[in-house]
């Protein structure tokens, strides 16, 4: 369009917002191809068999992913059931001060560890959150939870880091992203949701 002086208006810029929500989204999708109802199915039998013998579902993660543990803890409390048929089930991050103590004596790479050689038995399942895989307070979880005889889980980003191999079931999103692998967590554990109310809903 011109003006009255014959010059050419400039188009307008886009904003950065419309291509970052586009590259969001496009990756993300992608990412999610990459997930296995198969493999969905197994956890949701796993955490069936822990309900049956009384176990209790563990999860912990860091930062971003710790707040994912305790909204999935949540789900899991009612969402699976709400009329309490549901599954005994503890973010290992939620309590301040559990975590603060541990950090202050004896390390913050031992506050999810330690936490498990108390609570936890051969019937329990942990289920790890984490982008890279490699934060130690998540290693330590994991050789805590095989001392015990626990199921080990894992939803993973990145290149699933040391945590990949040491798992009973993995679940592994090749993206070096820290936000899409912390949505990935967030979207399995609302499947998981699903499934087990689905599961349950009659029981």
Do not use: R, W
């Not at 010059?7 to 990756?27: F, G, K, Q, W």
């Not at 191999?165 to 699903?194: C, N, R, Y």
Request: with cysteine; charged share 15%.
């Amino acid at each position: 369009m011109s003006n009255k002086q014959g010059a050419v208006s400039e188009l307008p810029i886009a904003h950065p917002a419309e291509s970052i929500t586009a590259d969001y989204t496009t990756t993300l999708s992608q990412v999610l191809t990459q997930l296995d109802g198969k493999q969905v199915a197994q956890l949701v039998d796993t955490l069936l068999d822990m309900k049956a013998h009384n176990g209790t579902l563990f999860i912990c993660g860091n930062g971003g992913s710790a707040a994912n543990a305790i909204h999935l803890a949540n789900d899991f409390t009612f969402g699976i059931h709400p009329q309490g048929n549901a599954l005994k089930v503890e973010a290992l991050a939620a309590n301040s001060s559990i975590l603060t103590c541990l950090g202050n004596d004896i390390g913050y790479q031992n506050i999810f560890s330690h936490q498990l050689k108390v609570k936890a038995n051969k019937h329990d399942v942990l289920l790890v959150l984490s982008g890279s895989g490699n934060s130690e307070n998540i290693i330590n979880a994991i050789a805590q939870a095989q001392v015990l005889g626990m199921t080990t889980v894992g939803i993973l980003g990145f290149k699933g880091g040391t945590a990949k191999p040491m798992l009973d079931q993995a679940f592994h999103f090749d993206v070096q992203d820290m936000q899409i692998s912390e949505d990935t967590q967030v979207i399995i554990g609302h499947i998981l949701m699903k499934a087990l109310y689905q599961e349950l809903k009659d029981v």
